[in-house]
């Protein structure tokens, strides 16, 4: 064995702890220097896909794992998909493991997130088919017009601006906070680029779902299905999930339904997953 194998996988080794490396090697252990900076970890998001966090900066978290597990499962067969205002590509990342065959565009504007994400790109080997632009979504030709997406994803800030603790960070602050657009922002761009059938899928929290309701009008959007969650059993509804598409590619007659599921259980009342949530981990090839 040589020298450079023995150090890849000794480094594999270390990042599968307690669970088996499901699939193929990991691409990005060939060749390169791949250990995290170090105020940087490397972090499991979906079966051998890893993901490049500060470690006091913006971190993964359930909503987004929902997002891309929500638009993935309701458009499992796209070939292109946006993402918008993509962070460091968590909700980008987990939506290309489940979408092999996908082409990804994402758009984030801080320099510091998009960093990251390319490293993490690189990492998991996406980097010919998964482009990162830097910009705020809003800008006009950033995404050309003629560009069209089967699926576009996005988990957006909740929060106008000073309605809230900010948090220690930057990268914190534009992830919580309305810095760059609001919902109304993310529906009227995912309308201007949705392919004919395609499926907008976002998340935002239920005591402000009239904002979505209002956004996805103005965009002329239909919300088509939505899902409640709940953080704890027994709990009321903090965030919702929703689904929707273009009104112009619906029939008339189907454009004002909205389908609403039954909610998605992320604990349990004594604080244990709940099983459907580790069924949802599992589904994106993440340890439940």
Not at 89 to 112: C, D, H, K, N, Y
């Amino acid at each position: 064995m040589s020298a450079a194998k023995a150090t890849n996988d000794n480094r594999r080794d270390a990042f599968f702890k307690g669970w088996a490396k499901p699939g193929l090697a990991v691409p990005g252990m060939t060749g390169g220097n791949y250990d995290p900076a170090e105020n940087e970890t490397l972090d499991a998001i979906s079966g051998h896909f890893r993901l490049y966090q500060l470690r006091n900066g913006h971190r993964f978290s359930t909503d987004d794992i929902l997002t891309a597990w929500y638009g993935t499962s309701w458009c499992p067969t796209a070939r292109t998909a946006l993402d918008l205002g993509s962070g460091i590509g968590s909700v980008g990342m987990i939506a290309a493991w489940r979408l092999p065959g996908a082409r990804f565009v994402t758009i984030e504007a801080q320099r510091e997130s998009v960093a990251l994400a390319k490293k993490s790109a690189r990492y998991n080997g996406l980097e010919d088919r998964y482009e990162i632009r830097q910009g705020d979504f809003r800008e006009s030709g950033l995404v050309q017009a003629d560009e069209k997406f089967d699926l576009v994803l996005s988990s957006p800030p909740y929060f106008p601006l000073g309605t809230g603790i900010e948090g220690d960070h930057p990268q914190k602050v534009a992830c919580r906070f309305e810095l760059r657009g609001d919902i109304a922002d993310y529906c009227a761009v995912a309308a201007c680029h949705l392919a004919p059938g395609g499926f907008f899928a976002c998340v935002f929290p239920t005591e402000q779902i009239e904002r979505v309701l209002t956004a996805a009008a103005k965009a002329e959007l239909s919300i088509v299905r939505r899902r409640p969650v709940v953080l704890r059993e027994g709990d009321a509804p903090l965030l919702t999930l929703f689904g929707m598409v273009l009104s112009a590619h619906l029939p008339p007659v189907f454009r004002k339904q909205t389908w609403i599921e039954p909610a998605l259980m992320i604990r349990q009342k004594n604080g244990h997953v709940h099983p459907e949530y580790s069924a949802v981990k599992l589904s994106i090839g993440f340890p439940p």
